[in-house]
């Protein structure tokens, strides 16, 4: 009988020091138990939700919710040109967006000393495109959009062309903006304006680590961007007329071709109507119209046409000139026109 009181004794002294000594180490090593939990939570059905939080997190830091007509990009490997970016966002209210590169730029990768490193091969070839690992985002609704970048090789990284590339900047104002230790902006600038194809591009400024907001507001205000809604301004031989525009695909394209100036040189026909060539085709939808005097039409998809009388076909409407008849008849009637188109 003592000997199975003492056997019973042994088995739960054993059983007390194995959870004692299981403790331990916990109680020791708050990080690697921090750790572990949140491994451990991870795999139940409760660590769904923080799971969705993070992936909600990234996708705001990654896609503007458009609080502003102003949007900063920025693309910044040792936070120099991001610091900048974040003076810009605090003077002007912008929303902002990072570009950060799918294979992340080591400091191997920028040694330009270098000549078998990442960047001195992408610098040297100008089709190379790095892919962004950042979620893609909509511009629509970005009136003012500046783009930041350091200066690579005298060069915009290449990186920079792969995200001009892939949006469409319409109308909105874009301004580069760049970082080195002494280089300027170069031809950088113009390059990524070249590579967009779209928006009206502004002249670029480089800076310094050590620029001020105070430096960066004299250099902003004196851009001359203007507030409010940019709007498609439409000249006859130099008179503005005042157009109240369609809200249809056709506009839209035409709104791209006028931020880099359109000419179009109209002559009379049919008594009337003016008819140009507007130099491209863009999207058309014709429906059988019956024009009056004012209304401005796309006609075959590449020539514009505006009535000071009127005409029964097929045509895209484009708008229609808010003046009264008589004034419309002697600004288009007396003899060949020059209309312009410009974004103001």
């Known amino acids: 009988m003592i000997r199975k009181i003492l056997s019973a004794l042994c088995v739960t002294a054993m059983a007390l020091a194995a959870v004692s000594c299981g403790a331990a180490p916990s109680e020791s090593a708050s990080d690697t138990t921090s750790g572990s939990t949140v491994t451990e939570a991870a795999t139940t059905t409760e660590a769904a939700t923080p799971t969705e939080v993070t992936s909600e997190a990234t996708s705001e830091a990654t896609k503007p919710d458009a609080k502003s007509d102003t949007l900063v990009v920025v693309f910044s490997c040792t936070g120099t040109t991001k610091s900048v970016a974040d003076k810009i966002v605090s003077i ?17 990768d920028r040694d330009w000393t270098d000549k078998n490193s990442r960047c001195t091969k992408e610098q040297n070839d100008k089709s190379a495109r790095p892919e962004i690992s950042s979620s893609k985002i909509t511009l629509d609704g970005y009136k003012t959009i500046f783009i930041g970048y350091p200066i690579w090789f005298g060069q915009e990284p290449r990186i920079m062309d792969t995200f001009v590339e892939s949006y469409d900047f319409g109308t909105a104002a874009v301004i580069p903006f760049c970082t080195s230790g002494s280089s300027g902006i170069g031809s950088s600038g113009k390059d990524l304006a070249k590579n967009a194809g779209s928006g009206s591009w502004l002249e670029g400024k480089r800076f310094g680590s050590s620029v001020t907001e105070d430096e960066l507001k004299s250099w902003i205000g004196s851009l001359g961007l203007q507030k409010g809604e940019s709007t498609m301004v439409l000249k006859i031989s130099g008179t503005e007329v005042p157009v109240i525009w369609e809200d249809n695909a056709s506009v839209k394209e035409l709104q791209k071709l006028a931020a880099s100036g359109l000419k179009i040189s109209m002559s009379k026909y049919g008594g009337f109507e003016q008819v140009g060539p507007i130099g491209q085709k863009i999207t058309r939808s014709d429906n059988q119209t019956t024009t009056a005097p004012g209304d401005i039409v796309l006609y075959s998809g590449d020539q514009m046409v505006i009535f000071y009388g009127s005409n029964s076909w097929s045509y895209t409407r484009l708008g ?10 002697e600004l288009l009637s007396n003899g060949d026109v020059t209309v312009t188109l410009e974004i103001k």
Do not use: R, V, W
């Open 92 to 108: 002007t209210g912008a929303d902002l967006y990072e570009i950060e590169a799918k294979e992340p730029y080591t400091d191997a």
């Open 320 to 329: 229609k000139i808010d003046l009264p008849e008589d004034k419309i008849k």
